[in-house]
């Protein structure tokens, strides 16, 4: 018996909330007395693997077909289910994303599992298995008792700390009998975007609102985000008017990030806004209104014009790191 989790990688380099994912599923799989499994899919050299040890997996299940370097929802779930009857798991391990959201829901229903999604925190066992996970957009907190025997568990991105310790993992094959439909879906062409930092990993956020009035003053928003080595992000208006890239956009019908710090220059503070950024461990709000509404959910606030207040932040990280 073991808990297993989903890893995900880009073009065999894992991702860092993949090594959360392994962390949790280990921190799980130690109060059930057992261990956690790492399940590995696609192209990824071994000493990545063995470094999934590190964060606590006993274990790697690997299966090395070329097919899995892209998402395929149907073939992932057959190997989670394959994988988790193998292993007589009762807890199933995902992230709360893109690629969690197409997986996790089918592996349950195929398990007959619980499923509880966004997870913050690790289950408290003491009275049952409760989970702490958002609600209302980041509002509010909920704590889910999953009484199912075999539970699937998402997690959310960034939510669980990551501590690199020491540990070996064994890897050993898995065999999964695929079906041709498990492949229906065909990939013509990635657009990779490159030279940013990946706004779901990154620890420093600089954002911007319908307050910098256009695209032809972001130059103060990534003049600033590449003085701290921080990734830039966007309101939806700003993205709806093609100021910025969608996948910049944050909120409730956008991307969520949890970094450490999360800069809003003249971003009002909507709740659809807060829906994808509440969850940072520092907020800082530049906006000209004392009124705005971000101000409420900021730990530090700027009252004052994002074109002077911009370029002096700019200015001053410059001098902190010469
Ligand atoms: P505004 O509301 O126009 O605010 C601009 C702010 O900039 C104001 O507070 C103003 O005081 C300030 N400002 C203006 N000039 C300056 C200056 N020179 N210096 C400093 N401050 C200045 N929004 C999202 O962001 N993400 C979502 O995912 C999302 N999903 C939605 C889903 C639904 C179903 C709906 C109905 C709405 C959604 N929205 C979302 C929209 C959301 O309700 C707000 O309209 C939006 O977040 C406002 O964007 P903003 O703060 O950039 O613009």
């Given at each position: 018996?073991?808990?297993?989790?989903?890893?995900?990688?880009?073009?065999?380099?894992?991702?860092?909330?993949?090594?959360?994912?392994?962390?949790?599923?280990?921190?799980?799989?130690?109060?059930?007395?057992t261990?956690?499994?790492?399940?590995?899919?696609g192209?990824?050299?071994?000493?990545?693997?063995?470094?999934?040890?590190?964060?606590?997996?006993?274990?790697?299940?690997?299966?090395?077909?070329?097919?899995?370097?892209?998402?395929?929802?149907?073939?992932?779930?057959?190997?989670?289910?394959?994988?988790?009857?193998?292993e007589?798991?009762?807890?199933?391990?995902?992230?709360?994303d893109v690629?969690?959201?197409?997986?996790?829901?089918?592996?349950?229903?195929?398990?007959?599992?619980?499923?509880?999604?966004?997870?913050?925190?690790?289950?408290?066992?003491?009275?049952?298995?409760?989970?702490?996970?958002?609600?209302?957009?980041?509002?509010?907190?909920?704590?889910?008792?999953v009484?199912?025997?075999?539970?699937?568990?998402?997690?959310?991105?960034?939510?669980?700390?990551?501590?690199?310790?020491?540990?070996?993992?064994?890897i050993?094959?898995?065999?999964?009998?695929?079906?041709?439909?498990?492949?229906?879906?065909?990939?013509?062409?990635?657009?990779?975007?490159?030279?940013?930092?990946?706004?779901?990993?990154?620890?420093?956020?600089?954002?911007?609102?319908?307050?910098?009035k256009?695209?032809?003053?972001?130059?103060?928003?990534?003049?600033?985000?590449?003085?701290?080595?921080?990734?830039?992000?966007?309101?939806?208006?700003?993205?709806?008017?093609?100021?910025?890239?969608?996948?910049?956009?944050?909120?409730?019908?956008?991307?969520?990030?949890?970094?450490?710090?999360?800069?809003?220059?003249?971003i009002?503070?909507?709740?659809?806004?807060?829906a994808?950024?509440?969850?940072?461990?520092?907020?800082?709000?530049?906006?000209?209104?004392?009124?705005?509404p971000?101000f409420?959910?900021?730990?530090?606030?700027?009252?004052?014009?994002?074109?002077?207040?911009?370029?002096?932040l700019?200015?001053?990280?410059?001098?902190?790191?010469?």
């Amino acid at each position: 018996m073991s808990v297993i989790v989903l890893v995900e990688h880009t073009e065999g380099t894992i991702k860092k909330k993949s090594l959360e994912a392994v962390q949790y599923a280990a921190d799980i799989a130690k109060k059930l007395g057992t261990t956690a499994t790492a399940i590995v899919a696609g192209n990824v050299a071994e000493s990545e693997m063995q470094n999934l040890g590190n964060y606590g997996a006993a274990k790697v299940l690997y299966i090395g077909d070329n097919r899995l370097n892209q998402l395929h929802a149907r073939a992932f779930t057959r190997i989670l289910v394959t994988a988790a009857r193998q292993e007589g798991s009762p807890v199933i391990v995902a992230l709360h994303d893109v690629n969690g959201r197409a997986i996790a829901p089918r592996v349950a229903v195929q398990l007959k599992a619980g499923l509880v999604s966004g997870a913050l925190s690790s289950p408290d066992m003491s009275d049952g298995f409760v989970v702490k996970k958002s609600a209302f957009s980041g509002k509010a907190f909920a704590f889910v008792n999953v009484t199912s025997q075999v539970k699937v568990v998402m997690l959310a991105p960034n939510s669980f700390p990551l501590v690199k310790g020491e540990g070996s993992a064994v890897i050993e094959n898995l065999t999964v009998a695929f079906d041709e439909k498990d492949f229906g879906v065909t990939v013509q062409s990635v657009d990779q975007i490159t030279g940013e930092i990946p706004l779901s990993d990154a620890e420093l956020v600089v954002s911007g609102g319908r307050g910098m009035k256009g695209p032809e003053n972001w130059g103060l928003i990534e003049g600033l985000a590449k003085e701290l080595g921080a990734a830039t992000a966007c309101s939806r208006p700003v993205a709806d008017a093609h100021w910025r890239p969608h996948h910049e956009h944050v909120g409730q019908t956008g991307g969520t990030v949890r970094p450490n710090l999360y800069i809003a220059a003249g971003i009002s503070g909507a709740i659809q806004h807060l829906a994808g950024v509440s969850g940072s461990k520092t907020i800082v709000v530049i906006n000209k209104d004392p009124e705005a509404p971000f101000f409420k959910a900021a730990n530090y606030g700027v009252v004052g014009d994002v074109m002077e207040v911009l370029p002096r932040l700019t200015e001053a990280v410059k001098k902190f790191k010469a």
